[in-house]
């Protein structure tokens, strides 16, 4: 994970700065309040994303910041050796970086394969 936000860094480095990352084993049974389940989302997910919980005073500095959550063991369900662990831990991560800003994972990385 550590390799696929130092791919996004020298673009995006202002924004990461506020975005938390962590790795869980797999998804919990009671997933907070406030997830953010895309649509088209898969019945075992790869990640989620917690979004910042606004602070008591200034919005610019939340309670919480909004966090990225990636599950160790479906992405490595998923993926077939380590190089391509890598690139779906990329895309994961661009994926929901993008729906964090609500912008599309091609704009977040340029490099990322276009929808068929």
């Known amino acids: 994970m550590l390799q696929a936000v130092a791919q996004l860094e020298p673009r995006w480095e202002a924004e990461l700065a ?3 990352f962590a790795v869980e084993e797999v998804p919990a049974d009671d997933l907070p309040a406030d997830y953010l389940m895309p649509e ?3 019945p075992v997910p790869l990640a989620r994303l917690d979004p910042a919980w606004p602070g008591p005073g200034d919005p610019a ?3 919480r910041p909004a966090r990225i959550v990636l599950y160790r063991r479906p992405l ?6 380590e190089d391509e662990l890598g690139e779906l831990v990329l895309d994961v991560v ?3 970086f993008a729906r964090l800003l609500g912008l ?3 704009i977040i990385d340029p490099g990322y394969p276009e929808e068929d």
């Open 18 to 20: 506020g975005v938390e």
């Open 40 to 42: 088209d989302a898969d």
């Open 61 to 63: 500095h939340p309670a």
């Open 76 to 81: 490595l369900a998923r993926a077939d050796g």
């Open 94 to 96: 661009i994926e929901e």
């Open 104 to 106: 599309d994972p091609q």
